[in-house]
């Protein structure tokens, strides 16, 4: 089950990263304006309609990712005994080995 929640959340994650990257700069960012209005895409999507599209699209993906993400972080903690890092005991600290008696001078 973790492996089919894993490849639906990569699927996603590369969707999400080419539906950002396919989105027209509205400009005002560094001032670096776009000039040209729509982007030739002919007659079948004007601009704005491709924009609306992309934006539903991004958010879709992105609260796909999100459910994803929660999914995998239930699945992981799941089956653990303690429910907090802070509950688990302490490892065991080993002694150093120290010599019971101290080292006698070493005469010059």
Known sequence: MQ???LVIHLLLAISL?????LQKNEGGGLGMGGGGQGGGMGGLMTGRAASNLLTRTTAI???G????SLTMAI?????????S??????????????PSEPAAPVAN
Do not use: H, N, W, Y
Not at 75 to 83: I, L
């Open 3 to 5: 492996q089919v929640v």
């Open 17 to 21: 990263v080419c539906a950002v990257l």
């Open 61 to 63: 993906l992105a609260a």
């Open 65 to 68: 990712f999100m459910c994803t």
């Open 75 to 83: 699945m992981a903690g799941q089956g653990r005994e303690s429910k």
């Open 85 to 98: 890092i802070l509950d688990a005991p302490l490892p065991a600290i080993e002694k150093l080995a120290v």
